[in-house]
């Protein structure tokens, strides 16, 4: 009988053991993940999207005809940004993607050729080209480096004048149409507060810094970019403006 009643004890005692080891469980934090493991968790970033190159003024190209090799040619993009060749003439290529400009060759070259296959090749690329105007030392363009930012375009072209409103440089990235799409910035926050600038800047890029405030993107380009860029392919009138910091 002693012997059952340290058996049956055991066995209580065990099961209280076990309920108290639970609760404590039960009520202890989850474990916190140290940033490999959490990092190791979430979900995979988006990736990156990248544009499709567009040439640029001093690229070289190499233009091949598949059924007509002895029309190759391998030729710079001028200053102007146009091509000339045997089978089309002058044509433009700056601003334009290798398969846009196959295209517009093929089509025009069908009036001498039948049925023209044509690739293009950008075998060299010319300098990228970063365009700064209105109220700063030197308008015109600056070579552009990898992360560069807007301020440090502006200090390599003389740094803003006296007269820069400099709380509203705005920022015209070219687009696949054509057309610029237009960023106010306020540069005052970058230059007297320290904050950390946020835009890098791609080829092709235009900063202008103006005297006063400007809402009409239309007169910005008519007025003033045209005078800083050799060559703006068809560039419209549908500028959007948004506001940027």
Sequence with gaps: MFGHFRSGWAGTA???LLAVWALACGSRPAPQLDGAAAAAL???AAPEVIEEYRIQIGDE????????????????????????LATTGEIRAAGLTPAELQAEIVEQSSARLRDPEVTVIVTKMGEQRVYVGGEVGRSGFVALQPGMTPLQAIL???GFRRTAKVDSVLLLTPGR???????RMNMRQVVEEGVPERVR????????????WI??????VNLYVRGLIPVLPRVGVGYSLNSGS
């Design 42 to 44: 979430m979900a995979p």
């Design 215 to 220: 809402s009409d993107m239309n007169d910005v």
């Design 61 to 84: 190209l190499h233009v091949r005809f598949t059924y007509q090799p002895e029309m190759n040619e391998a030729l710079p993009v001028r200053t102007d940004g146009m091509i000339t």
């Design 14 to 16: 065990g099961a209280l």
């Design 156 to 158: 390599h072209s003389g």
């Design 177 to 183: 149409d054509g057309q610029f799409t237009a960023a």
């Design 201 to 212: 800047l791609g080829a092709g890029d235009v900063l202008f810094v103006p005297a006063t």
